[in-house]
């Protein structure tokens, strides 16, 4: 007997769902290769469970493109990709490694980045003890003030870990803070880190790949091209000021009923909407469990019979109350479109950055999973 009811859900029951365009992602990769041309390779960042567009199926579809390798945050996510590439692709995880995954990662030949001596010495050490060159891949610090070596000092750490003869020198590479912003700093940024990499070859150490450019850089700053790209934004359609790039992300959710309200009437917690004369009212089943944060509350639009609606009152976990006025035929069932497109209107997850005070990456990252919003995915196969 199956007692997991879960599995027999079909998506088309849940009250919130999330569709992932995989022809979409496919197309936002080609048109990166052909930007970059053959000149340099493709590292798909695929952290965050791909920016909340499911990690599996996203990596999949992507090794069937031109992308070369795989980014991560942290070794969980590294793990779950090998599962999904086998051990034929490179994975890198840029954040630092905690000691007790040193072993692992040596294990599993997953790229730990380096920020100190100290985690080079470790993965010597255990590299050594599993009877191995590990590689790994060496950030400078050139503004971001996260990780990785300040680039002032970088060149002589640099050396030094070359000199470690278990580990073997992949890559170095910085990231850029503002890229999206001020392409000044941007390009002084770019201008240190090659800085030390010229240093570093000065003292006699092979570089085989020097790599900078994020989304916004590759866009922006064409001479961040360098070895190797970091798509992340890009990849999954969100490229401001670019319609070439295809969102690769729907949330969607349904009406759960519409009443009429009188004029005087509140809507929501705390009362702070005020019918100021008769209304139509849906309440929608998406609320801030699903990831339709409580910051809209009374500031954003959603899509309902090709109409944008704007959202009053206050965000609830289950649910938010729309003003449907507008659309007279909106009724129990009607599809919602909280980032998408529908009929000739479309919000795109910028829009809904721009009313809740943070960036698409947050927004995006924030679509819940488990039990709430289920992941449907379209144009699987290559037509």
């Known amino acids: 007997m199956n007692t ?10 849940y009250r919130c769902r999330a569709e992932v365009d995989l022809g979409a992602l496919r197309h936002n990769a080609a048109l990166i290769r052909q930007r970059i041309g053959l000149r340099a390779t493709i590292m798909a960042v695929v952290k965050a469970d791909a920016y909340g567009h499911g990690l599996e199926p996203v990596a999949s579809a992507l090794m069937q493109c031109s992308v070369d390798s795989f980014g991560v ?6 793990v779950a990709l090998r599962e999904v590439a086998g051990g034929g692709w490179a994975v890198l995880v840029f954040g630092s490694a905690l000691p007790c995954e040193v072993a692992k990662m040596v294990e599993l030949d997953i790229t730990p980045t380096l ?6 010495e470790m993965f010597a050490a255990e590299a050594a003890r599993q009877g191995k060159r590990h590689r790994v891949q060496i950030e400078v610090d050139t503004g971001m003030g996260r990780t990785g070596f300040w ?16 580990l073997e020198i992949e890559a170095i590479y910085t990231h850029f803070p503002s890229a999206d912003e001020n392409l000044d700093v941007t390009r002084q940024e770019l201008g ?17 790949c020097l790599h900078a450019a994020n989304s916004a850089a590759l866009l922006n700053v064409p001479e961040a091209v360098l070895d190797m790209v970091r798509p992340g934004l890009a990849l999954y359609g969100i490229a401001p000021g670019n319609g070439e790039f295809r969102p690769v992300l729907s949330f969607k959710s349904r009406v ?7 004029a005087g009437r509140t809507i929501s917690y705390g009362q702070t909407f005020v019918a100021e004369s008769p209304m139509r009212i849906a309440t929608v089943a998406a609320g801030y469990a699903d990831g339709f944060s409580r910051c809209l509350s009374s500031k954003a639009e959603v899509l309902i019979g090709g109409t944008r609606c704007r959202v009053v009152g206050r965000v609830t976990m289950d649910q938010i109350m729309v003003d449907v006025t507008p659309v007279p035929q909106a009724a129990c069932g009607d599809e919602v479109v909280l980032i998408g497109r529908q009929g000739a209107n479309e919000i795109t997850a910028a829009d809904v950055a721009g009313w809740a005070g943070t ?12 039990g709430r919003v289920p992941r449907v995915y379209r144009n699987v196969s290559v037509s």
């Open 4 to 13: 997991n009811v879960r599995t027999m859900i079909p998506p088309s029951w």
């Open 73 to 78: 945050a942290n070794l969980g996510e590294a």
């Open 115 to 120: 920020s100190t001596m100290a985690e080079a």
């Open 151 to 166: 680039h002032e000092e970088a060149a002589e750490h640099i050396c030094a870990i070359a000199s470690l003869p278990s």
């Open 192 to 208: 240190a880190l090659l800085h030390v990499a010229n240093a570093v070859r000065a003292g006699g150490v092979v570089v085989p």
């Open 256 to 262: 759960l009923l519409v009443r009429s309200v009188g």
């Open 359 to 370: 960036i698409p990456w947050e927004v995006l990252c924030g679509i819940t999973k488990t």
